[in-house]
């Protein structure tokens, strides 16, 4: 089993930042692709970002290319989003996801472990 808890959420004005956190637990990090989702009230779950096992591997949905980084720091068992530019439209919970195996996907249900999310709002 995997634990996985979300942190860094909150309220802010278009155009800010946030970081959203990521932290493991119960199994070792380092052997797990890492995603980021969100699902706006009404709306389907929605791929943000994915990161590979080391690293090396990112991939983004084209709403948020360019304005979204995921990384992640293997010795402390996180994953980060650092999130730019914010928009209205970004507002959702956001949760975070563990893939076991060495493939990255866009895929939700390729996903073994998922956090509670934090929630993230952007105000016009």
């Known amino acids: 089993q995997v634990q996985l808890v979300e942190s860094g959420g909150g309220l802010v004005q278009a155009g800010g930042s946030l970081r959203l956190s990521c932290t493991a637990s119960?199994?070792?990090?380092?052997?797990?692709?890492m995603g980021w989702f969100r699902q706006a009230p009404g709306k389907e779950r929605e791929f943000v970002a994915a990161i590979s096992r080391g690293g090396a591997i990112r991939y983004y949905a084209d709403s948020v290319k360019g304005r979204f980084t995921i990384s992640r720091d293997n010795a402390k068992n996180t994953v980060y989003l650092e999130m730019n530019s914010l928009k209205p439209e970004d507002t959702a919970p956001y949760y975070c996801?563990?893939?076991?195996?060495?493939?990255?996907?866009?895929?939700?249900?390729?996903?073994?472990?998922w956090g509670q999310g934090t929630q993230v709002t952007v105000s016009s």
């Open positions: 119960g199994r070792t990090f380092s052997t797990f692709a």
């Open positions: 996801a563990a893939a076991e195996g060495p493939t990255v996907t866009r895929k939700d249900n390729k996903y073994d472990y």
